[in-house]
């Protein structure tokens, strides 16, 4: 199987080629929008100025998440890409609601379309650049489990969407001579990037209240922790318990209790927790784990009411 283009690309490199891209949209679509007077290609121009606000404050943000622990922050700087996400999500909005005001105007004072060829043909050349990245970001998003890459490439996906849904209503305001449908496609542009513009603001919120790790991560997990959890009859030698697991940009992290034989020496049951955090790091990478250890027939209680008031 061919593998991913994006193995090839670090986060910085692409949103780096982000910002290139968005450049070069910006140019295309205001040329197309300036000679057509569409206000549907005007929306589309508008949007590419967000994706380039965007993946410029993506790339701060996955500069600040890569540096290394300090005194301030011990666990390091990995939850910077969230606010990229969220960043990108109210600039989406701003330029949806400005989208709408521009395009109200149209319903009562409809223009004709000029050079509307043109016009459309650097709209799809446009949206063909965006397409392409697109693809290879969301494929090293998933690789380096980035969310500020995750966020650029399904806005770019979004975009590519928005130059195809005014492609296709300048084509039936050439076909009908409604020259009103011109101002309904740039709304219904502005819905569509305000939907994309909240769900990026509620995906970058859950991340920074320390969301739990994705489901197949954590089946990864269980399946570690139950290779090395043994029983003797009914009675359990080395059980696992009060596993608590959460993300962190792109670090993963889950702290879990091991309970083993009151009997055992320290130095082995330091041994074998050794054994168990190489086993889980090595199932997930990226992960941070924290094992504490106690006797089998001691238990720990959380959510004391006295920590509750």
Same mark, same amino acid.
């Given at each position: 199987?061919?593998?991913?283009?994006?193995?090839?690309?670090?986060?910085?490199?692409?949103?780096?080629?982000?910002?290139?891209?968005?450049?070069?949209?910006?140019?295309?679509?205001?040329?197309?929008?300036?000679?057509?007077?569409?206000?549907?290609?005007?929306?589309?121009?508008?949007?590419?100025?967000?994706?380039?606000?965007?993946?410029?404050?993506?790339?701060?943000?996955?500069?600040?998440?890569?540096?290394?622990?300090? #005194?301030?922050?011990?666990y390091g700087h990995h939850k910077a890409e969230y606010f990229s996400s969220g960043f990108e999500g109210i600039l989406i909005i701003v330029a949806a609601l400005g989208i709408v005001w521009t395009a109200a105007h149209r319903f009562s004072d409809?223009?004709?379309?000029? #050079?509307?060829?043109?016009?459309?043909a650097l709209s799809v050349g446009s949206s063909v650049l965006n397409g392409l990245l697109a693809w290879v970001m969301m494929g090293a998003a998933r690789q380096h489990r980035s969310m500020a890459l995750e966020a650029d490439a399904k806005h770019?996906?979004?975009?590519?969407?928005?130059?195809?849904?005014?492609?296709?209503?300048?084509?039936?305001?050439?076909?009908?001579?409604?020259?009103?449908?011109?101002?309904?496609?740039?709304?219904?542009? /502005?819905?569509?990037?305000?939907?994309?513009?909240?769900?990026?603001?509620?995906?970058?919120?859950?991340?920074?209240?320390?969301?739990?790790?994705?489901?197949?991560?954590?089946?990864?997990?269980?399946?570690?922790?139950?290779?090395?959890?043994?029983?003797?009859?009914?009675?359990?030698?080395?059980?696992?318990?009060?596993?608590?697991?959460?993300? %962190?940009?792109?670090?993963?992290?889950?702290?879990?209790?091991?309970?083993?034989?009151?009997?055992?020496?320290?130095?082995? %049951? /330091?041994?074998?927790?050794?054994?168990?955090?190489?086993?889980?790091?090595?199932?997930?990478?990226?992960?941070? %784990?924290?094992?504490?250890?106690?006797?089998?027939?001691?238990? %720990?209680?959380?959510?004391?009411?006295?920590?509750?008031?």
């Amino acid at each position: 199987m061919k593998r991913p283009l994006a193995i090839d690309f670090t986060p910085r490199q692409l949103l780096w080629a982000s910002i290139a891209v968005a450049l070069i949209t910006i140019g295309l679509k205001t040329w197309a929008w300036y000679i057509t007077d569409s206000v549907g290609l005007l929306s589309d121009a508008m949007e590419s100025l967000v994706n380039l606000a965007s993946a410029m404050f993506g790339l701060t943000m996955v500069t600040v998440a890569a540096l290394p622990p300090d #005194e301030e922050h011990p666990y390091g700087h990995h939850k910077a890409e969230y606010f990229s996400s969220g960043f990108e999500g109210i600039l989406i909005i701003v330029a949806a609601l400005g989208i709408v005001w521009t395009a109200a105007h149209r319903f009562s004072d409809p223009q004709p379309l000029q #050079e509307v060829g043109l016009g459309l043909a650097l709209s799809v050349g446009s949206s063909v650049l965006n397409g392409l990245l697109a693809w290879v970001m969301m494929g090293a998003a998933r690789q380096h489990r980035s969310m500020a890459l995750e966020a650029d490439a399904k806005h770019l996906i979004t975009d590519v969407w928005t130059s195809v849904g005014v492609v296709l209503g300048i084509v039936l305001v050439q076909w009908s001579g409604w020259l009103w449908l011109d101002a309904v496609v740039a709304i219904g542009v /502005a819905l569509n990037i305000l939907k994309e513009g909240v769900h990026l603001i509620w995906r970058s919120s859950q991340g920074l209240m320390d969301e739990a790790v994705e489901p197949e991560t954590m089946q990864h997990i269980q399946a570690v922790l139950d290779s090395f959890a043994h029983q003797r009859g009914a009675t359990a030698i080395i059980r696992f318990d009060h596993i608590t697991t959460r993300r %962190a940009g792109q670090r993963r992290f889950v702290d879990v209790h091991m309970h083993m034989p009151s009997s055992w020496s320290l130095g082995r %049951a /330091a041994a074998l927790r050794t054994s168990v955090e190489q086993a889980l790091m090595s199932a997930v990478p990226g992960l941070r %784990a924290s094992i504490q250890l106690l006797p089998s027939d001691v238990e %720990a209680h959380f959510e004391d009411l006295r920590d509750l008031k």
